[in-house]
């Protein structure tokens, strides 16, 4: 029976040793770097989800997208869904106050049973400060810029609804006293008028109740004044053949409110006159002076009010009592 000579084997081992170590080497190398080689990476931003107890919400600005890097074998790692895996900061069972707090990840879907598969966030951790959940009714507000079309104005204005509910931290909505809309424009309009406009909010934590809200302008032509002078006083209602009248007071003026194209077409020749028609006999009577419109015009002033109108019988003309017949035999 045959003994193994373990002198030989050690000097047969050592033979040539250089180049077997790097042989070794190699093949380490060689292994490590298909299995880089096989390694994939990839980033995305998720959405921070902050878990919370129902009171509380948070009271100062944070990080709302995280950045997840996934690392693994590219045939594994590609195919994963963003949505499942999630980002998360825990603060259930906290009270109002500053919290320094890990994000967390939480797998789901795609994501479950993939191995290897390594996972990292940034930042890693947040500072959070919370508060009570409130809420509050705040007036709403606009701003109006531009003009309307030329001979127009802005008779009124209104907005639907006026006031709008805000949640948000306690100490956040301590802040807000009134919302503003975005700036409404008259440019151009000459009728009344509607348009929808978003509600401002520059307090990113409180949220507000509605995001839009209706503007409604009530447009009105511009009233202008004209004053017209020496206007006749004209008289209506008096039988002629009976009766001739003086007035004491023959011509008038009056103040008129309208529209201007209105106004600047208007003469007036006809505004004043007085009703005679309950004259029956000679005398002098103070009768009202009645102030003639079109009902697009508006007299704001007017004088006379009243005039004494004289009346006495009508004289008979030289030609009374002769015929045609007469008058052609008039010597000339």
Known sequence: MKTLDYRKILLKIAENWTAKVVSVVLAILLFAFHKSSSMAERFF???LQLEIDGNYTPSSP???TIRV??????NSVYPILEDDVVAYIDLKGKTKGTY???VQIRKKGTALGVDPLEIKVEPGELSLTIDHKASKAAPLKTNIRGVLRNGYQLADWSLAPEQVVVDGPADVLATISELFTEDVSLDGHDSDFSVVVNILNYEPLAKIRGATVEFKGVVQEILAQKTYEN???SLKNLDSTRWTAILNIENGSVS???RQRDLDRYTALDAFSVDCAGIQEAGSFSLP?????PVYLNATASAPRKVV???KPAEPSETAGFTADDKEATPQ
């Open 100 to 102: 320094r707090v890990p």
């Open 62 to 64: 944070y990080d709302q």
């Open 256 to 258: 008129i409110e309208g």
């Open 69 to 74: 890097s996934l690392r693994g074998e590219a």
């Open 45 to 47: 931003l998720a959405p």
């Open 289 to 293: 002076v009645d102030v003639n419109l």
């Open 231 to 233: 206007i006749p006083i």
């Open 309 to 311: 109108v004289t009346v």
